[in-house]
């Protein structure tokens, strides 16, 4: 298979046009038609059909779309991991991460990793569904467990997390102290909405759940933590168990610990056609190093 073919024809099915699928690809609408013919001809179906609304994928069309992305996902990673061999870490590391991930945990990771590795920059881009993304432009993609995504890729637990609901002591001082579940109703309850989960549904150490009522449901970690300190509720979320800066001491209280709450691993996640890469195993090595490190410091 022409892995050129493959590109156009996943253009053409992302886009829905010939014309769309040539400009993004900043190729000739010719060429790209050629091409998307050609792999027609070597599957020996129409893998696309010509309508009113435009280009139409056929159930052979929607098939091979599926399975062609890891080709090219899978090819893209095997020609990096070549050309490195033998270096040491240079260049763009590009990285997909779920959002709300703590600034106060990335910074001194980052700077961890350029003291490291002074040639290698890296390229952050921030997704409430990383594993649901497109990943043909992701060389490492973080995201919070268990579930990774399709195709050829390795995942590793780097951190975990502890789920659980935390409040201001003015919030509590204010409101009250929840003494049982039932009380949560009386309270105003912020919760995390991790991809394909109901905020609604909170669980507990005995693996059962409880249903909420949300005042506010976002799927930005930061962002919901930063109204947990204000004062505005009490929150679910994963902790990372790090101080906040500029954040006294004593300021977050867990409420209902004994009653609500769960570990959650986060993953990193690479091309498994990169697994030998010098790059990418110094990498990890040094994310779970300063994992391990949290850990020690949060007496977890």
């Not at 697994?275 to 410091?297: D, N």
């Amino acid at each position: 298979m022409d892995l050129e073919e493959f590109r156009a024809f996943l253009g053409v099915v992302e886009t829905g046009s010939f014309l769309a699928a040539a400009t993004q690809l900043n190729m000739a609408r010719a060429t790209l038609r050629r091409r998307v013919e050609a792999l027609e001809a070597r599957a020996g179906v129409p893998l696309l059909e010509r309508s009113a609304r435009g280009v139409v994928v056929t159930e052979a069309g929607a098939v091979l779309a599926a399975r062609g992305r890891h080709v090219l996902q899978e090819a893209s990673a095997l020609v990096a991991s070549v050309r490195e061999i033998g270096r040491e870490p240079v260049g763009v590391l590009r990285v997909l991460m779920p959002m709300g991930l703590p600034p106060h945990a990335l910074t001194p990771l980052f700077a961890a990793l350029r003291q490291a590795f002074p040639r290698l920059s890296l390229q952050l881009r921030f997704s409430e569904d990383p594993v649901a993304s497109a990943l043909e432009d992701v060389d490492v993609l973080v995201h919070f467990g268990p579930e990774g995504p399709e195709g050829p890729w390795l995942s590793h637990e780097v951190w975990r997390l502890r789920e659980w609901l935390l409040a201001s002591s003015d919030y509590l001082e204010r409101r009250g102290t929840p003494k049982s579940l039932e009380d949560l109703a009386h309270h105003e309850v912020l919760a995390w909405a991790p991809p394909g989960e109901d905020a609604r549904v909170l669980p507990t150490p005995s693996g059962e759940s409880f249903e909420v009522e949300p005042a506010l449901v976002t799927a930005d970690v930061h962002c919901l933590r930063q109204m947990v300190i204000t004062g505005l509720g009490i929150g679910f979320l994963p902790d990372a168990m790090l101080p906040d800066p500029g954040v006294p001491d004593g300021l977050l209280v867990p409420v209902l610990p004994e009653l609500i709450g769960r570990q959650r691993a986060l993953h990193v996640v690479f091309p498994a056609a990169q697994a030998g890469l010098p790059k990418l195993r110094s990498i990890l090595q040094h994310v779970r190093a300063f994992a391990e490190r949290s850990a020690a410091l949060r007496g977890g």
